[in-house]
Every structure is written in structure tokens, then in C-alpha cells.
């Protein structure tokens, strides 16, 4: 290939043209011609095959590959009447709560000022910032801890807000939620207590017109959630308890799956809570200001079977006891069984067994810190399992396990097929399907469902670590569901926790708490209504 | 020290020739793959990112607009490498341009000791990885370069080409 063999044809050597460039030298210039034939011959033989696989595989599952038909804030309604709503219970998640409807304490908006400054990745106040503002007012605040209601106070009268709206009126305290709900200040209340306190907060609050957002487990007894149920049904109140998952884009779409009977007959679910830290154990801080003069001990333990004499450890670390919460049953076990019920419909169960112990916190606490629940519902040929440890961190996620196929719930979603389903035989069989990985995964905020993907971005997804967004914005599902909360207040409609599947969820934690407690399987008597 | 072009033999040449061709349809194929898989974005691997930049990587991750500047100019990037590496087309230019990208990506994430990723690697490596060899092999090809003599810049740099200043020897 050297450079010796020059035709030249004696035109003038100083042309700039390469035209005089020789047949060969043309040759070279343009020798990778055929390199991209095979490229591209290569390259539209394997698209081809993706596109078989992924058009076989979307064809035969009949669930669009975009995100889900209803997403909760594309019916955006712009917040036209003015709210005035209260808060009761300003601890970690009544803090939250009311942070999420536009009003952060002004310590947390240095704290997160602070930390986006040392770190420009962290972005909590931005995505506070970014929040819609909801048109809404925090009047009044109850709360027995004074520490707490100054707070709620002071976050009330916050200065930095989404929208700019510059601050409120400071919101007044009431020393009794009686007093907050009679007061004619408020038009709508969040519940953030304790859960021995939503349903006489709840109650009142809706013979009083007022309409409730209350946090779950809704009521700590099976009674409690009959007696919340007949008010709310008997008033116009919009009841909205608190499962940010109804929001979550992810299970909207399971249940998209679910209608596309994808996975076919679904015998088993499996939930599961994993936690490995004093926090998720709830041994929360006690505060330095706790005290019997600054708590009013009294008050706090009202509603609670068994009184007994101040205790911090009680009055802040409250879901160890059964006086006041039901453990993992109310905290966890129904945000998983709220998230089934969503995408499932399964109601309450038919029957219920319970097991676990006090294996690692022995603290002083007397509600378990691993625990099972198995739920039967014979008329579905199904088993939902809830299984849970606060003394290991292992991530096991929901799983829903059918003939043909699993789908695996958490902040994405995956499907993949099974290695002995009926209906993907086929497609199993001709390589199509492919079952070691994922026939498509879905994850909130991109595009839609992917049926082909690298395993890489599989992995990804599957921890994670992939962002979400919601109209390029991170969005926060607590927000979501406290906005859904206040357009049906105003528009009218049926918010995505309403009073009916609340029910379910009580009935069914309670159920799990009884078996436990009683060492015995329990049943849901759907004539009479009553676990037995 | 510049080696002329007239100075390679035939078989040095090839290897170089060849070398340039395959990891130009390496970059080509990673931008197309990139392009016409809707769901591809480099959030994952940025937000991995260790060492000195990881916070520079991470920002870039977590801002949405910005993110959606990164991964255009990054596909469209190596389509554009790939094209210049393999039609032999402003090949300094795609050369360099292939190893600043390739030293942002190994600079996102390298393989030193202690440092852990969630990605799968499909082998083992310590200090040196695939993306760093194939980062010293373009060097090698901006040492040596080929584009003048098979490559469209033979059309580009017709007056810096062996056969052009032959031309004009022979006519003097």
C-alpha cells in the first residue's frame, strides 16, 4: 500500500481539485463504503429481531407501553376556593404532612438550604419548592407536646412557600382537638395523632362538617373502624387516609397489568417490610423538652385501655405499645396490604393467622418486632402473605405470583414470565420470552414499559437508582394524595383512599392484630359484619 | 517527532487502518444504540459516580433539563466519532473528541481499589479498564494517523496527501 504507483494524467499539478486524484486514491478515500453495509446489514437484522420480540410480546400482553391511563395529576384543577385547614398532631409525620401541603418549618428550610449548599445534589427544598401551591391556610394546630404546637405554629406562619405566596397568619393553638373542631376556624382537618386518637378526632370532625385527612392505621380497634365508617358514610365530609402508594404511579400501572390478566390466576402475594435500625423500630428520640409539665400526659392517654403513669418512652416511641397503635400491623403491614388492595381489589379476607415475637427490641415493648400474617380469600383461590422484620435490612419488596407470570412492585415494576406458564409456552418456546429476565419492567417518570432492555439498565432499574420525575419534576406522592384530598373537597369526586377501602384496611390490619393477640385464626363474617 | 504517513509500511498501515475502522463502529453503534432506545439514559451511570467528580457526575444526574443535555450531546457524540473514526472523515478531530469522552467516562466511575458499582462488569479490572484501553489505542491513533491515507480526508486534506505531493514533484 505504499505510496509509489501514482497515475497522473498531466494536468496541472497545482490544481487544489482532488478530481486529479487517481482511481485508487478514490478507492481509499471512500473504502469504508462497504464496511457500513455490513454494519447496517448487521445492525436492521437485529432490529428486526427486537422488534418481532417486542411487538409479539406487547401484542400478546394488550397493556400499552406508556405510562398509566389516569395519572392522578394530569386532571390538574386549579385550587379556586380558599381552605382553612388545621392540623392535630405535629410530630414526624404531621410535620411532614403539613411540609408537603406548602408549609415547612422554617428550620427545616435552613436545614435543607444548608444541606443543597454543601451538596448541590440534594434536593429537598427545591422539590418543596417546586410543590403546587394548593391555595390552602393552616389556622389551627392542636398538639399536647408544647414543643410540637409551637412548631406547628411557626410552620404555619412560614415565609419561604411554594408559589411565593409569602407567609400567613400565624395559626392559632387549641389545647384540645374538641376546641380546634368547634372553633369555626377550620375547614378541613389532617389527623396526624397517635392511632388510639382518629377515631374520636375523626367522629367529631365529621359531626362537625369538617371534612378529614387522617393518617393511617385509621383506628387502633375493629369498633373504632365501624363507628368512623357509619359517620363518614352518613356526612358529605371527604375522608382521605393517608396511603401515599395510591398515588404512586408504579402500583396505578400494576393494576393495568392486573386488568390485562397478564400474569394469569394469581395464588400467592407475598409483602414484606425489612427494616435494621432503631428509627424503623420506632425507638424514635425523646425529646430534651419532654416533660410532665411540657406534655399533658393525661390528655394523651385518654382514649388508651390501659393508663399508666408519664412516660417518655411511651409518649414519644407510642407505636411499641398496643395501648396506643397495633405495631407493624397499623405502620406497615397496611400500607402493603393497601398497596394489594389497589391493585388487586381483594377487599377483606376471609380468614387471617398471625405469628412473630419479640425477637431483637426487647425494650420494654409489647407489640412484636417480626411478624407474619396469612390472609385467605377462598372465593379469589388466593393468599396474600405479609411477612416482616425490623432486625434485618434485606429487600424483598411485593411480589405478585401468578401461573404465567410475577410482578414485583416497588418503585419500578417488573413482569416476567414464568418457566412453566400455560399461555407464554409458546412464545417461551421460540425464544421470544425470554424468562431470566423481565418481559418488560415499568418505571415511573420515563416513557412507558420496555419490553427490550440492556441487563444493565434491568439492574438499574431494579435498585432504583434511577430518578423519578413527574413532568421533569420530582414530586412527592404525600403531596399528591393531600391534593387529591383537596379537589374532591372542592370539585367533588372520590379521593383514592376513601372511606370505603379505609375500612377495608382497618378490618383487615385488625384482623392480623386479633390472630396474633389471640393466638388463634380469625374470620371476617361478611353477613354480620364483624370479625369472629 | 512526527512519523510522516509515507513512512508506514503496508502492514502497519492495515493494523492502524483496521484499528480506527473497528473502534469507530464501536462509538457508531453505542450512539445509534443509544438513539433509538427511548428508555436509555445516562442517569444511572452518572449517579454511580465515585472519585474526585462524582459530585459534578451526580449534579448533572439529578437536574432533568441538564440530564437531557447530557445524554444528546452524548449519543449524538459518539455517532459522530464513530462516523469521523470510520469514514476516515476529520479524523483529529473525531480522535480527540472520542478521547475526551472516553476519559469523562472513565473518570465517572474508575476501577480503583475500593471503589464498588452497582453496574455489572463483564470482567474484572483494577485501575485499568476497557474504556481506558480503548481511551490509550485512540492515542495511539492520534500518533499515528491514517485519515489522509484511507479515509474521506483524503478528499479534505487533498494537498497534504502522499499522492498530491507526488503529483507535484512529478511535475516540477
Redesign the interface.
Known amino acids: 500500500m505504499s505510496e509509489n504507483n501514482i497515475k497522473h494524467g498531466g494536468e496541472s499539478p497545482d490544481s487544489e481539485h482532488w478530481s486529479r486524484m487517481s482511481r485508487r486514491g478514490l478507492f481509499k478515500a471512500l473504502f469504508s463504503i462497504p464496511i457500513f453495509g455490513v454494519f447496517f446489514y448487521n445492525y436492521f437484522k437485529k432490529k428486526a429481531a427486537d422488534d418481532v420480540r417486542r411487538e409479539a410480546v406487547m401484542s400478546e400482553l394488550r397493556v400499552s407501553e406508556t405510562g398509566p391511563a389516569v395519572i392522578p395529576e394530569a386532571i390538574s384543577r386549579p385550587p379556586s376556593e380558599h381552605l382553612r385547614v388545621g392540623i392535630i398532631g405535629f410530630g414526624g409525620e404531621g410535620e411532614s404532612l403539613v411540609r408537603n401541603a406548602g408549609f415547612a418549618h422554617p428550620d427545616w428550610v435552613e436545614s435543607a438550604t444548608e444541606a443543597h449548599r454543601e451538596d448541590r445534589a440534594n434536593k429537598r427544598l427545591e422539590t418543596y419548592m417546586n410543590q403546587e401551591d394548593l391555595n390552602i391556610s393552616i389556622t389551627a394546630v392542636c398538639d399536647v407536646f408544647d414543643v410540637r404546637a409551637e412548631r406547628a405554629m411557626a410552620a404555619s406562619a412560614v415565609e419561604v412557600r411554594p408559589g411565593g405566596g409569602g407567609a400567613n397568619p400565624r395559626a392559632k393553638r387549641y389545647r384540645r382537638y374538641q376546641d380546634l373542631l368547634d372553633s369555626g376556624d377550620v375547614d378541613a382537618v389532617i389527623i396526624a395523632t397517635p392511632d388510639h386518637w382518629h377515631s374520636r378526632i375523626t367522629i367529631h370532625a365529621v359531626n362537625r362538617g369538617i371534612h378529614v385527612y387522617c393518617e393511617k392505621c385509621m383506628t387502633r380497634t375493629e369498633q373504632e373502624a365501624h363507628d368512623v365508617r357509619a359517620a363518614v358514610k352518613n356526612s358529605d365530609v371527604v375522608f382521605q387516609l393517608g396511603h401515599q402508594n395510591r398515588q404512586s404511579e408504579s402500583h396505578i400501572k400494576a393494576r393495568e397489568i392486573i386488568e390485562a390478566d397478564i400474569l394469569g390466576p394469581i395464588t400467592l402475594v407475598e409483602g414484606t417490610t425489612n427494616r435494621n435500625d432503631p428509627w424503623g423500630a420506632w425507638v424514635w428520640d425523646i425529646h430534651e423538652e419532654g416533660s410532665p409539665e411540657t406534655i399533658d400526659w393525661e390528655q394523651f392517654q385518654e382514649p388508651a385501655p390501659n393508663k399508666v403513669p408519664f412516660s417518655l418512652e411511651r409518649f414519644f416511641r407510642w407505636r411499641c405499645w398496643y395501648d396506643y397503635g397495633t405495631g407493624l400491623s397499623g405502620d406497615l403491614l397496611s400500607h402493603e396490604y393497601d398497596g394489594v388492595n389497589q391493585i388487586l381489589k381483594v377487599g377483606i379476607p376471609k380468614s387471617a393467622v398471625a405469628s412473630g415475637g419479640i425477637y431483637y427490641f426487647k425494650d420494654g415493648r409489647d407489640v412484636p418486632d417480626v411478624f407474619q400474617a396469612v390472609y385467605e380469600y377462598p372465593d379469589r383461590d388466593l393468599t396474600v402473605m405479609y411477612s416482616a422484620t425490623l432486625a434485618n435490612g434485606a429487600y424483598r419488596g411485593l411480589t405478585f405470583m401468578g401461573h404465567d407470570a410475577s410482578m414485583k412492585v416497588s418503585g419500578a415494576l417488573s413482569v416476567t414470565a414464568d418457566r412453566s406458564s400455560t399461555r407464554y409456552e409458546q412464545k417461551i418456546d421460540d425464544g421470544i420470552i425470554d424468562t431470566s429476565r423481565p418481559m418488560f419492567t415499568y418505571r415511573p417518570g420515563f416513557k412507558g414499559i420496555d419490553a427490550v432492555t440492556s441487563a444493565t439498565e434491568q439492574y438499574f432499574a431494579s435498585r432504583g437508582l434511577l430518578f423519578t420525575y413527574r413532568g421533569g419534576r420530582r414530586v412527592s406522592a404525600y403531596h399528591l394524595l393531600i391534593k387529591d384530598w383537596l379537589d374532591v373537597i372542592r370539585d367533588g369526586g372520590v379521593p383514592s383512599c376513601n372511606i370505603d377501602v379505609a375500612f377495608e384496611e382497618a378490618i383487615t390490619c385488625h384482623m392480623a392484630t386479633r390472630a396474633y393477640l389471640e393466638g388463634r385464626r380469625v374470620e371476617w363474617d361478611p353477613v354480620r359484619r364483624r370479625i369472629v | 517527532m512526527r512519523v510522516s504517513v509515507?513512512q508506514y509500511?503496508?502492514f502497519q498501515?492495515?493494523a492502524l487502518?483496521a484499528l480506527r475502522?473497528l473502534i469507530g463502529?464501536h462509538f457508531?453503534?453505542e450512539g445509534?444504540a443509544k438513539l433509538?432506545?427511548?428508555?436509555?439514559?445516562s442517569?444511572?451511570y452518572l449517579?454511580?459516580s465515585q472519585w474526585w467528580f462524582s459530585?459534578l457526575f451526580?449534579?448533572l444526574?439529578?437536574n432533568?433539563?441538564v440530564l437531557g443535555v447530557v445524554d444528546f450531546l452524548n449519543s449524538w457524540g459518539l455517532v459522530l466519532i464513530g462516523l469521523g473514526l470510520?469514514?476516515?472523515c476529520l479524523t483529529r478531530a473525531a480522535t480527540i473528541g472520542g478521547v475526551v469522552l472516553l476519559a469523562l467516562y472513565y473518570i465517572a466511575a474508575p476501577p480503583f481499589a475500593g471503589y464498588t458499582y452497582?453496574?455489572?462488569a463483564e470482567g474484572s479490572y483494577l485501575v485499568v479498564n476497557k474504556v481506558l484501553i480503548e481511551l490509550s489505542a485512540m492515542v495511539v491513533l492520534l500518533a499515528f494517523p491514517t485519515g489522509t491515507?484511507?479515509?474521506?480526508?483524503?478528499?479534505i486534506f487533498?494537498?497534504r496527501?502522499?499522492?498530491?505531493q507526488?503529483?507535484?514533484q512529478?511535475?516540477?
Do not use: C
Open positions: 509515507q509500511s503496508s498501515v492495515t487502518v475502522v463502529w457508531f453503534y445509534i433509538t432506545n427511548p428508555y436509555w439514559t442517569a444511572g449517579a454511580e459530585g451526580y449534579s444526574a439529578t432533568s433539563s470510520m469514514l476516515g452497582a453496574m455489572p491515507l484511507f479515509g474521506l480526508d483524503r478528499l487533498w494537498k496527501t502522499p499522492e498530491h507526488a503529483l507535484k512529478a511535475h516540477a
